[in-house]
């Protein structure tokens, strides 16, 4: 029997018509139902991964929400069944279900099952699975004729089709989402994206480069990748291009110019994009803005290598150029040279102009310096007051000259605010490869001549000489001895007494010695500055406070009672952190009063830091030991330090003292200071008195404390016992 053309037409536009799963089986359950009476269907898919399981689809008709709830597995009748509709390729009838040996018993009586007719779907690819359909009770006992088999096979076929259109909808709709997710991935990234077909011609970007760039797309589309770059034909571009165009994936840093002339970076990955194992279709450009990184990268760079103050190169930035210097002058055998340049007793300006001043002063000369040397030779800000000229190729007697016109740069006096100051400048000159081969040999003689100029008062150019070699080596030798005279027991105190107006001794200043072996007695101004560089000063300068101490007791215990003894801090002792620990180990130790010790401070201590050095002077006043300023009157002396400082006695420089004889200039300056001291409460004390006019001068002027060869030279500690018995101050 024929099927009729309308209910293949209505069954076919049904199907048209549903969509989702459950919707194809109700049409295809009413066309079946309609035409062949079954009250039930149900559609199984075989396991693609396995052949003997078989999954359950869906349901419709009666027990559809039975079965859907708790699906038949496996499907009535069995993988058999189900199998042998795929090989008969036809529908499989059972007439009594209830008889059928394939059919489970325990399913057919709680169903009321009666028929079934398994019909195979097959798709375009092969088999899909079954279709069940199912009669129940009295009325479900029909078996389907020919017509309504051929039936049943068309509505496999039709359910099989609409099935496959709808799992490429499916994947359609999914395609088209993910596409949709992945378009609006690419609009919200963080990163720049640009497309680009084979050729390289852009043909999408999305926003991100267009704020990065500054350009829309109508501007780029259709130009090329390449014209996005700082400058085209650079080798990084030709390389990526190269890999991209090789099928491979590229990774690096590209730079590009905005549409307002800005130089951005990014990390850029290009991606060759192909359709299947066909040629590339496009590129993608995923690019990473890492211009803010290479700004902080150039800026870390440029703090490493740069003086953020004068924007001069820095030491480390001078030496790789005098490196790269010295080896291209030995392969061209021309000379280079090297200049170091200080300004003589600058840090004193700090406390005449404060910081801001010292630092608009610093960047003038930086200024002057800049201005007066060659095309190619680097001025570099080594220190706080210290430059070094790095001169690549010079030829005698250039160096002289150029070290002249640095002097002749730095004669007139620096502006601030208004005001000029006047400023020292000493040049250490070094030439290689006469003065050394080598960047730190070359540094290392220049600094000895520095040396040299600041020895002679500074204000002038020296060129290094083999002298100075040797007093270099000297210096280095003296260095590494000192490091051991402590323990060797060569450092030892000299005593020079202090004394007051009725010509009594009221203690002694303690001086430090250095007894070198065969070379003999070493003045602390030879051996002092290596200590502070080597760092040795502190060890040495705790020493000298203990031994000072304990030689007091030691006097006490001799019937001298009542003697102070004055101790120099040096600049590493003050600004190590344990002074405060080693002067209250001192005076446990040894068991003498606090106010028996005193301090000697010089001013250039105090300008270094003022708050620290406040802090540090007001707990060694609670802790009831003297203070003494040294040397007022050599610097830049301030009044501040008087008021704001809690010294106890001011002491006036012997540079002072040996010129007050005759009617030298300095008498009223002298003068000046022991009337200030007076009116703000402190003791007077006066240096280097060697004669006794001076001391008549001092004491006129009301100077009741003085010190100097007049009454005695230092003397080590038995000769100074012996002075101090010829000379007891009362008790």
């Known amino acids: 029997m024929a099927i009729p053309q309308r209910t293949l037409q209505e069954l076919i536009h049904a199907l048209d018509r549903a969509q989702g799963l459950d919707a194809i089986l109700a049409a295809a359950h009413q066309g079946i139902a309609s035409e062949c009476g079954f009250s039930s269907i149900w559609l199984y898919r075989l396991d693609p991964n396995d052949p003997d399981a078989v999954e359950w689809l869906g349901s419709c008709g009666t027990y559809a929400e039975a079965i859907r709830a708790e699906p ?9 069944l189900l199998k042998a509709a795929l090989s008969a390729n036809e529908p499989v009838l059972v007439a009594d279900a209830a008889s059928d040996p394939r059919i489970d018993p325990h399913l057919v009586a709680p169903l009321g099952l009666r028929t079934l007719a398994v019909t195979p779907v097959r798709t375009s ?6 279709l069940y359909c199912a009669g129940f009770g009295q009325e479900g006992g029909r078996i389907p004729d020919a017509g309504q088999r051929a039936y049943l096979e068309v509505v496999a076929s039709l359910l099989a089709s609409r099935l496959e259109r709808q799992h490429l909808q499916n994947l359609h709709r999914d395609a088209e989402q993910r596409l949709r997710l992945f378009s609006k991935a690419v ?13 390289g011609k852009i043909e999408y970007l999305n926003p991100r480069f267009e704020m990065t760039s500054g350009y829309s797309p109508d501007e780029l589309r ?3 990748l390449e014209a996005l770059q700082t400058q085209p034909g650079e080798g990084d571009f030709q390389t990526m291009w190269q890999t991209a165009c090789a099928g491979e994936d590229w990774r690096g840093e590209l730079s590009g110019r905005t549409k307002g002339g800005g130089l951005y970076w990014g990390h850029t990955t290009v991606a060759p994009i192909r359709e299947g194992d066909g040629p590339i279709s496009h590129f993608v450009v995923v690019q990473e803005d890492v211009t803010q990184r290479k700004d902080l990268e150039r800026q870390i760079l440029r703090h490493a ?9 820095n030491r480390n930035l001078a030496l790789d150029r005098l490196t790269q210097a010295l080896e291209l002058g030995h ?7 090297v200049m170091v340049v200080d300004l003589d007793r600058f840090r004193r300006m700090l406390d005449v102009v404060g910081h801001t001043g010292c630092d608009a002063l610093i960047v003038q000369v930086a200024q002057r310096l800049s201005a007066v040397v060659r095309e190619g030779d680097t001025v570099a800000r080594t220190g706080g007051d210290a430059f070094m000229v790095v001169c690549p190729v010079i030829e005698h007697p250039a160096p002289e000259h150029l070290a002249q016109r640095i002097l002749d740069a730095l004669a007139p006096p620096l502006t601030w605010q208004g005001r000029t100051y006047p400023i020292g400048v000493s040049v250490g000159v070094a030439v290689a490869p006469e003065h050394g081969r080598d960047a730190e040999s070359l540094i290392r003689n220049a600094g000895a001549a520095l040396r040299r100029v600041k020895q002679r008062g500074g204000r002038e150019f020296h060129l290094f000489d083999a002298t100075l070699d040797q007093e270099t080596l000297e210096r280095i030798g003296l260095g590494e001895r000192l490091r051991f005279a402590l323990e060797r027991g060569e450092i030892a105190l000299h005593y020079q007494p202090v004394i007051d107006a009725a010509g009594r001794c009221v203690g002694a200043e303690a001086l430090m010695r250095w007894n070198y072996g065969a070379s003999g007695l070493t003045m602390p101004d030879r051996f002092i500055p290596l200590a502070e560089e080597s760092g040795l000063i502190v060890p040495l300068g705790a020493w000298a406070l203990m031994e000072a101490c304990q030689q007091v007791r030691r006097w006490q215990e001799g019937g001298g009672t009542g003697l102070r003894v004055a101790v120099n801090i040096s600049g590493g002792q003050f600004a190590s952190e344990d002074l405060i620990e080693v002067v209250e180990q001192a005076l446990a130790h040894s068991g003498i009063a606090p106010d028996q010790l005193e301090l000697e401070i010089t001013e250039s201590l105090l300008i270094q830091d003022d708050v620290r050095a406040k802090n540090m002077l007001d707990t060694l006043k609670k802790m009831g030991v003297r203070l003494s300023l040294d040397d007022f009157g050599t610097g830049f002396s301030s009044l501040a330090y008087l008021s704001h400082y809690p010294f106890d006695v001011l002491k006036i420089d012997r540079s002072f003292t040996a010129q007050l004889e005759g009617d030298n200039p300095n008498r009223p300056l002298v003068a000046a200071i022991v009337a200030m001291g007076q009116a703000l409460g402190l003791e007077v ?3 280097g008195v060697e004669t006794a006019p001076q001391r008549d001068w001092l004491l006129g002027k009301g100077c009741w404390f003085l010190q100097g060869v007049l009454y005695s030279q230092p003397l080590q500690e038995e000769p100074f016992g012996a002075w101090l018995a010829a000379h007891r101050t009362p008790s």
Do not use: F, N
């Open 187 to 199: 609009e919200l990234s963080p990163c720049a994206v640009v497309i680009a077909d084979p050729q």
């Open 125 to 130: 690819k092969g088999p899909l699975g079954a």
């Open 331 to 337: 392969r061209e055998w021309h000379g280079t040279a």
């Open 72 to 80: 038949v597995q496996p499907p009535i009748g069995g993988l058999p």
């Open 685 to 687: 004390h006066a240096e």
């Open 305 to 313: 290598q740069y003086d953020p103050l004068t924007q001069l190169p």
């Open 222 to 224: 259709g130009q090329s």
